[in-house]
């Protein structure tokens, strides 16, 4: 499978715990962008690399939320001291483009339930 | 962020064309117009997108007003496949690697 790949699909952790997520984007693709997505509603961006530069992260939902591209390839996305409402779908996407941005190809996401 | 505005829902039957419309009077001169879907418990996919012109391709059609600040999605026969959430967003050509912003979309429903 050549897509965009999250690891873990499903993850059950408790209150205050460190969770981390996992994406490997299709192997050209030099952007990948992280959102959440809550039930009902469509996806919410949360912060977009081109190559191992994170160039947007303002919209990070908290200083718990923190990613990294290391080199360039896959992405880690890592929530502290989880709460309740970080309950959601997070949802991995990559592109591949110098100039005007093209279509992004999404992973099928990872479900974090904090209980 | 979004910028457009879709109905909620919309109903169709199988077999039958469906016009997704969306609204966007602030668009810019920039702004690409692109569709996304998101079957039930997958990512979203791509769809289809446009600027000025009107665009055809193996999923859809996507017709532009002459204004801009109205397109409409145009699903020629839908399958029950089709069934899912349709976002319209507005993606600022200036400026490379934007991320989507997504809004809640219109949830298409399609009966046999």
């Known amino acids: 499978d050549t897509g965009v790949s999250q690891d873990p699909r499903h993850k059950i952790t408790k209150r205050g715990q460190n969770v981390t997520f996992r994406c490997d984007p299709i192997?050209?693709?030099?952007?990948l962008y992280w959102y959440r997505q809550t039930l009902g509603q469509g996806p919410e961006f949360l912060t977009y690399f081109q190559n191992e530069a994170q160039l947007e992260k303002s919209r990070l939902l908290s200083d718990r939320f923190s990613a990294e591209r290391p080199k360039g390839s896959f992405s880690t996305l890592e929530i502290q001291r989880t709460e309740q409402g970080d309950s959601a779908m997070y949802l991995c996407a990559s592109s591949f483009g110098q100039g005007i941005a093209g279509e992004l190809f999404f992973g099928e996401g990872s479900r974090l339930t904090v209980l | 962020d979004a910028k457009t505005t879709q109905p909620n829902s919309m109903e169709s039957n199988e077999e039958e064309p469906v016009h997704l419309p969306c609204n966007h009077s602030?668009?810019?001169?920039?702004?690409?117009i692109h569709w996304y879907r998101q079957l039930p418990s997958q990512g979203p996919e791509y769809v289809i997108h446009g600027l000025t012109s009107n665009v055809n391709n193996r999923m859809a059609s996507l017709a532009i007003a002459e204004d801009r600040k109205s397109s409409t999605l145009i699903l020629h026969r839908a399958t029950l496949r089709d069934a899912a959430v349709y976002y319209c967003i507005l993606r600022d050509g200036n400026q490379a690697g934007t991320a989507l912003i997504f809004g809640k979309g219109t949830t298409l429903s399609v009966s046999s």
């Open positions: 602030t668009i810019s001169g920039t702004d690409y």
């Open positions: 192997s050209e693709h030099n952007r």
